[in-house]
């Protein structure tokens, strides 16, 4: 699926998360999975739950009196849109100052530069569009 109209806050994506591990979910199981990483009361929960069911990113089906919530959005689809709009944002669209950029604030291991050079090799095997 592609990613929602409007963009997936970082508090939705606490949500999500638990919703892409295991769907569906209620709003009690929601809020007991993220005990320990958030203390949000159920009220913050449905909140979070309604702004995604307007965003397309979750379905809600009934269950007796409860409902029941199940991810649309996809975790690929959203961090595919999530790492494209980072680097167009931060970067111009442009990849090589995404790489230098943390390279020269985390470094990088020999593991990452062979994985890097490997990267490469296969895109410029790539046929040409």
């Given at each position: ?32 999975s993220?005990?320990g ?34 991810a ?8 595919s ?10 970067f111009?669209?442009?990849?090589a100052?995404?790489?230098a950029?943390?390279g ?18 296969t ?7």
């Open positions: 699926m592609t990613p929602p109209v409007s963009p997936v806050s970082d508090a939705e994506a606490q949500v999500m998360e638990v919703l892409w591990q295991s769907s569906p979910r209620s709003t009690d199981e929601i809020a007991a993220l005990q990483q958030r203390e949000w009361q159920i009220a913050t929960i449905k909140t979070l739950l309604n702004r995604l069911l307007k965003k397309g990113a979750v379905a809600a089906e009934k269950d007796g009196r409860r409902y029941l919530y199940s649309v959005l996809s975790r690929e689809a959203w961090l849109h999530q790492s494209l709009g980072l680097v167009d944002r931060l111009n669209g442009r990849l100052p995404l790489v950029h943390f020269a604030e985390r470094g990088l291991s020999q593991a990452d530069v062979d994985a890097l050079k490997a990267l490469v090799r895109y410029e095997k790539a046929p040409k569009p």
